[in-house]
């Protein structure tokens, strides 16, 4: 059973900084591409950022780049969303995604997705506030 869970959320002021973290269950996170989003209230889901596991490669929306660090353990089978800097407009509940498929699809290899229709297994999300 696949299953991702997300920590490490919580009130922090702004400047300061968090890291989430994703544990993955029930599968290989290695073999699949994983994304970060987040969702403020009133707002769609967002994609923060995502890595492709063929090659390391990882993208950031624009209004993190810089901030935000995207990275794995294969040991912890755990990826986590380093968060440097954060800002009030950060304030939202963050998840983590994996494809329906193994990076390894269609006889190549794919690249992160940016957009949550894109993944088809989800966590519950974990809450970040950033307020003073």
């Known amino acids: 059973q696949v299953k991702l869970v997300e920590s490490g959320g919580g009130l922090v002021q702004p400047g300061g900084s968090l890291r989430l973290s994703c544990a993955a269950s029930g599968f290989t996170l290695v073999s699949y591409n994983i994304g970060w989003f987040r969702q403020a209230p009133g707002k769609e889901r967002e994609g923060v950022s995502c890595?492709?596991?063929?090659?390391?490669?990882?993208w950031y929306e624009d209004s993190v780049k810089g901030r935000f660090t995207i990275s794995r353990d294969n040991a912890k089978n755990t990826v986590y969303l380093q968060m440097n800097s954060l800002k009030p407009e950060d304030t939202a509940v963050y998840y983590c995604?994996?494809?329906?498929?193994?990076?390894?699809?269609?006889?190549?290899?794919?690249?992160?997705?940016?957009?949550?229709?894109?993944?088809?297994?989800w966590g519950q999300g974990t809450q970040v506030t950033v307020s003073s």
């Open positions: 995604a994996i494809p329906d498929h193994p990076s390894y699809y269609g006889g190549r290899d794919t690249k992160c997705g940016y957009y949550p229709y894109e993944y088809g297994h």
């Open positions: 890595l492709s596991t063929s090659d390391g490669s990882t």
